[in-house]
């Protein structure tokens, strides 16, 4: 693999930036990629080859011929955010712009060996992600305290996602690894969170009394506070939340 590699810059470096890439690229690109998948070994055993590579384009630029045509060959791609980098988020993956093409495959999976929903509660997330990028860019032209409130629950909840569930802290012996059950149970916490606080907003409730709960903290520090060996506590995380609001809503009537 290391050879093919080499022989790939090789091949580039003798061609002069100015005359473009050569026309092989995209064939080269694959003969390299398509080593992975089912081996047979030489002792009879049935194994699998996973090739990870690594493109580093220049000013971050995806557009550019080697980025674009390793995506045509991979079924998943992480994209490093440099932003995220600076921010001191871990791992610094862009969420939006990475991808995997396995997730439609693993589906029976994941509802067989995690939960029937476990995927549409996976889309939801994402969704709300999306939305945030959306309205970020608004945000930076005329502010957050124009938007309406349904609109700032989602920046919040999006806020609470990124920092909550997808950051990681790889020295903290709760989230250094994370079983695809408590990630599971974490991503119904937050959906629960969004869903009642979403009741609330409808009720007229102003977003920053909504946010002013303890239980969103509650819910940032949930992957730390919650082993792996006791996730029932997120039971409880989910419990409190739904009385915590109600609480709230009874205030308003």
């Not at 998943?76 to 791992?91: G, M, N, Q, S, W």
């Not at 990630?183 to 969004?194: G, N, R």
Request: aromatic share 8%.
């Amino acid at each position: 693999m290391g050879g093919s590699l080499r022989e790939i810059s090789g091949r580039l470096e003798e061609m002069p930036a100015e005359e473009g890439y050569p026309a092989y690229l995209p064939s080269r690109l694959a003969q390299f990629y398509e080593r992975a998948g089912c081996v047979h070994t030489l002792g009879g055993d049935e194994a699998s080859v996973t090739i990870i590579g690594a493109v580093s384009p220049a000013g971050g630029d995806f557009s550019e011929p080697v980025t674009e045509n390793t995506k045509r060959f991979v079924s998943a791609f992480l994209a490093l955010d440099k932003k995220l980098a600076y921010a001191r988020h871990y791992p610094s993956i862009n969420y939006l712009t990475s991808y995997s093409s396995y997730v439609a495959l693993l589906s029976e999976w994941y509802r067989e060996n995690v939960a029937p929903d476990m995927l549409a509660l996976r889309g939801k997330m994402v969704r709300l992600l999306q939305e945030e990028e959306k309205l970020n860019e608004i945000v930076q032209l005329v502010g957050e305290d124009v938007l309406p409130n349904d609109q700032c629950l989602v920046l919040e909840i999006a806020r609470t996602i990124k920092k909550g569930f997808l950051q990681q802290n790889a020295l903290h012996q709760n989230d250094t690894y994370v079983s695809l059950e408590k990630q599971y149970k974490m991503l119904h916490v937050i959906d629960d969170l969004y869903e009642n606080a979403l009741k609330c907003v409808k009720m007229g409730i102003p977003i920053s009394t909504i946010r002013k709960e303890p239980v969103f903290e509650d819910v940032i520090k949930m992957k730390y506070d919650v082993p792996n060996d006791n996730i029932e506590m997120l039971d409880d995380l989910r419990t409190k939340i739904v009385n915590d609001y109600k609480a709230l809503m009874e205030k308003y009537q």
